[in-house]
């Protein structure tokens, strides 16, 4: 890489490191600058996985004091390891463009199930923590994390306000232990198996670390219905490029 490509992959890893802690989406920011500087589409993918899990550790130690103590973390925890380790295997196994039609779709419907979020709160109101149900949506949400991860956050945002009875802040922060979860087990199969840049690497973790820490501090002070407009604002940018790839 010049010069120039490593500050831009550094500056798009603060930028995403930020984003995901709060939204979610962060890949669709470090992706295509990693494309850009002459990664293959797979190195790109496998060196965004492993780079930004520093961010998403930082962001979940940013978020600590909302965390829930109970053993749910725990329950659902392990469901993410389980998704993240069978999607970075699905990542080597299957064609490149499997999950293109699929992937819109979720994330359209988590878009839907989020600016409702409401409204199915009160629909569902009979079924919240329903932890069967919360565990499987969630682990199935880290299949597609562990595969590409754009807009995952958004996903299990969606999920957990309709499942789980808990405020917007600290399901945010049940977001981001998740998503480290899944980016530590995806990057774990994806070291073993797949060509790694390893400048690109080291450079989206420095980013992202930074920028988990202040997008920690900025979220934590965003109210729920702020929260809300911003996950629908970041995923409707995040659906938009996702059907132009």
């Known amino acids: 890489m010049s010069t120039g490509e490593m500050l831009a992959v550094l500056v798009a890893g603060l930028a995403a490191g930020a984003i995901n802690t709060v939204v979610g989406s962060g890949t669709l920011v470090t992706f295509p600058v990693l494309l850009a500087t002459g990664l293959a589409p797979l190195t790109a993918t496998v060196s965004n996985a492993i ?21 749910m973390l725990v329950y ?6 389980l998704g993240g380790l069978t999607g970075a295997t699905l990542l080597l196994v299957l064609p490149a463009r499997a999950f293109d039609v699929i992937v819109p779709v979720l994330v359209a419907l988590a878009l839907v199930l989020v600016a409702l979020q409401p409204l199915v709160a009160r629909w569902t109101s009979h079924r919240r923590d329903n932890r069967k149900a919360l565990f499987a949506g969630l682990t199935l949400a880290s ?3 562990g595969y590409f991860a754009a807009a995952q956050g958004i996903l299990y945002m969606a999920l957990m ?7 917007a802040q600290r399901r945010n922060a049940v977001k981001n232990v998740l998503v480290a979860v ?4 995806a990057s774990a199969v994806l070291l073993l198996h797949a060509h790694v840049d390893w ?19 900025l979220g934590r002070r965003l109210s729920p219905a702020v929260l809300r407009v911003l996950i629908l604002a970041v995923g409707t940018v995040a659906l938009i490029q996702l059907l132009r790839r």
């Open 199 to 217: 400048t690109a690497v080291a450079l989206l973790a420095a980013g992202s670390a930074t920028g988990g820490q202040l997008g920690a501090r």
């Open 161 to 167: 306000g309709a499942l789980l009875d808990e405020p």
């Open 143 to 145: 299949v597609y994390g």
């Open 182 to 185: 899944v980016n530590t087990a």
């Open 51 to 71: 780079g930004m899990t520093p961010g998403s550790v930082s962001g979940a130690i940013g978020y600590r004091k909302e965390l829930p103590r109970s053993r």
């Open 76 to 81: 659902l925890g392990a469901g993410a390891a």
